[in-house]
C-alpha cells in the first residue's frame, strides 16, 4: 500500500498562528523571518503582545473606566503587523469606522442625542451602584462580604 510522501509548504507547517503580513524584501523583518529560531520566536512575541493588548481592553470592558475600545484595537493593529488574517479584520473595522464617522457627519443632531444619551445612561447607572451600594450587596449576597 503506498504511502503519501507529499509534504506540505514550509509557508503552511510552520505558520500555526496564520500566514505572515506582507513585507518588504530584504527588510529587517525579512531577514528576521528567514531564521527559523527568531522568526517564529518573533511571531509568537508579537502575538503575546497583541493578546496582553486586547485582553486589557477586554478588562476595561468589565471595570469602571472608559477607553475600552483603544486597547483591543491596538492589540489587533500589533497583531496586523505579522499576521495577516488580523490585517484584514482591521481594514474592516477602519472601513465601519470611517462609514460610522461620514454617519455622525450627515446626522449631527441624532448622532450627538444618542451619545449624549448614553453617557446620561452610563452616569445613572455609576450613581445608581454607588448610591445603593450594589457592589457590597452583591458581595454579601454570593458570600463575599464581611
Known amino acids: ?14 505558520s500555526a498562528l496564520g500566514r ?6 530584504g527588510s529587517w523583518r525579512d531577514r528576521t523571518r528567514r531564521k527559523p529560531g527568531i522568526g517564529t520566536a518573533y ?14 481592553g477586554v478588562a476595561l ?20 503587523t505579522e499576521f495577516s488574517w488580523a490585517r484584514r479584520f482591521l481594514d474592516s473595522f477602519k472601513a465601519k469606522g470611517k462609514d460610522a464617522w461620514r454617519h455622525a ?3 449631527p ?18 450613581w445608581a451602584v454607588s448610591h445603593w ?3 457590597e450587596r452583591a458581595k454579601q449576597a454570593v458570600g463575599l462580604g464581611g
Open 1 to 14: 500500500m503506498p504511502t503519501n510522501t507529499t509534504s506540505r509548504p514550509k509557508s503552511d507547517a510552520t
Open 20 to 25: 505572515p503580513a506582507p513585507v518588504p524584501r
Open 43 to 56: 511571531r509568537v512575541g508579537v502575538f503575546l503582545v497583541g493578546l496582553a493588548f486586547i485582553a486589557l
Open 61 to 80: 470592558a468589565v471595570l469602571p473606566g472608559p477607553l475600552t475600545i483603544p486597547p483591543v484595537l491596538i492589540g489587533l493593529y500589533v497583531w496586523s
Open 105 to 107: 457627519k450627515l446626522h
Open 109 to 126: 443632531v441624532s448622532s450627538s442625542i444618542i451619545t449624549i444619551g448614553g453617557l446620561v445612561l452610563a452616569g445613572a447607572a455609576i
Open 133 to 135: 451600594h450594589l457592589v
